[in-house]
């Protein structure tokens, strides 16, 4: 079975490396470290398809030791222990190095056992990962390991790759292929900063091309149809998910209508309705707040109007929802006020609810001083009354700021000419 493109088509130096220039470029760390020879423990994070595992090919190829490959997903201990044995053997006299692709599937006694032999100096460890490394990989491994993280590949960047592509098959098919105008930019741009998939959008093109006098004509519409939905880097359990909520949201708390609507569009393009509509409840709710509170019911709205469409309708409430969230005025008083009252929970400043508001009213033999003595506001002149709400100890904390809007200073207004 023939390897995919992306494997046969791998860079063999530094230099025939796409991307990732502000560690490969000559003068950066990286690039020095790896021109050394003198190899330390090496840790690479970043996305899928931008590198990482044909730097650590290119490192093994320049190396004199021993290399030997793993993956997290499946390897095992025994994995482990039958490269160790090879630790002092001939095969193995300048030591090992080992790459070891997702390594935050190894679970902590797999790297502890990793560790023993890294300590010692017996095996160099190079390990890729696409999680945060911070998050998933052994303090100890880390603290014995220099952490360089990888780069989404820009479009520009793909271009050149794209081409050597069609060139490498051409020459290893020995065919003629005819790439139409638009094609090579089109697949560079279409598979959101991963090579891999740009180079599987290149053989699937072929492959998908029926031969015509001897030639094979790749067209703009067939590498459209055959990276349709490759742009879409998106995994729901990782840090991409997470980061594309993040800027969805700060888009929307900081009125980016543009931003925030790129961010709705990757989410829904990717099947994660639920997750947008509970970050537009959320800002609406902690960001927009009380200076426009109507705006929570319509969000509501436009949420449950999404949900009995379902998509691709769905877009269309949504993008509503989100537009109105950033052109709306911002209050977060009420959110920071009640985070003020929270911690004084958690600090242990309480104290007894003050009698008045208490909920019993019966007094035992031993009550000097008789009666609720709670004052009901609707018996009063505007409703309202002053009397003490919170316990003795906390009396006079003010957790309320009103904000600078139209809607809370007319709530300022309104309660001084009460008060």
Not at 121 to 150: C, D, K, M, Q, W
Not at 221 to 235: C, G, I, N, W
């Amino acid at each position: 079975m023939k390897a995919p493109l992306a494997d046969r088509i791998r860079p063999k130096t530094v230099d025939e490396m796409v991307g990732q220039r502000h560690l490969l470029e000559k003068g950066k760390a990286l690039r020095n470290i790896i021109d050394s020879g003198d190899l330390p423990n090496l840790i690479f994070y970043g996305p899928s398809g931008i590198g990482k595992t044909t730097l650590a090919s290119v490192i093994a190829r320049n190396t004199n030791r021993k290399f030997y490959k793993l993956n997290g997903t499946s390897a095992s201990t025994a994995d482990i222990k039958d490269i160790v044995s090879q630790i002092d053997t001939l095969a193995a006299m300048n030591g090992i190095l080992l790459y070891l692709d997702e390594i935050q599937y190894f679970t902590k006694k797999q790297q502890q056992t990793l560790l023993d032999y890294i300590e010692k100096g017996e095996i160099t460890l190079i390990a890729s990962t696409t999680e945060n490394p911070y998050f998933y990989i052994h303090n100890a491994i880390l603290s014995r390991s220099t952490v360089f993280e990888f780069k989404s590949v820009t479009a520009e960047d793909i271009i050149p790759a794209v081409k050597r592509a069609f060139k490498f098959l051409e020459e290893e098919k020995n065919i003629e292929i005819n790439v139409e105008d638009g094609v090579i930019k089109h697949i560079a741009y279409a598979c959101g900063g991963d090579v891999r998939k740009a180079m599987n959008s290149v053989e699937l093109s072929l492959l998908s091309t029926a031969e015509k006098d001897g030639k094979y004509f790749i067209t703009l519409e067939k590498a459209k149809e055959l990276t349709q939905k490759s742009s879409m880097k998106y995994d729901r359990d990782g840090d991409e998910h997470y980061d594309i909520l993040s800027a969805f949201q700060k888009s929307m708390r900081g009125s980016d209508s543009n931003a925030a609507l790129h961010y709705l569009a990757r989410l829904l393009e990717a099947g994660d309705m639920p997750s947008a509509m509970r970050r537009l409840m959320v800002c609406a709710c902690e960001d927009v707040g009380l200076a426009y509170p109507q705006i929570i019911p319509i969000i509501k709205a436009a949420v449950d109007a999404a949900l009995m469409l379902g998509l691709p309708e769905a877009r269309i409430p949504l993008a509503d929802a989100v537009v109105l969230v950033c052109n709306s005025p911002k209050s977060n008083s009420a959110y920071l006020a009640y985070d003020a009252a929270a911690s004084d929970i958690r600090k242990g400043k309480s104290g007894p609810i003050p009698r008045q508001l208490q909920n019993k009213h019966y007094d035992g033999e031993d009550n000097q001083n008789k009666g609720q003595f709670y004052l009901y506001p609707h018996d009063y002149p505007n409703h309202y009354i002053p009397q003490q709400y919170l316990p003795d100890e906390i009396k006079d904390r003010v957790y309320y700021i009103p904000g600078e809007n139209k809607t809370e200073q007319a709530f300022v207004k309104y309660w001084k000419n009460i008060k």
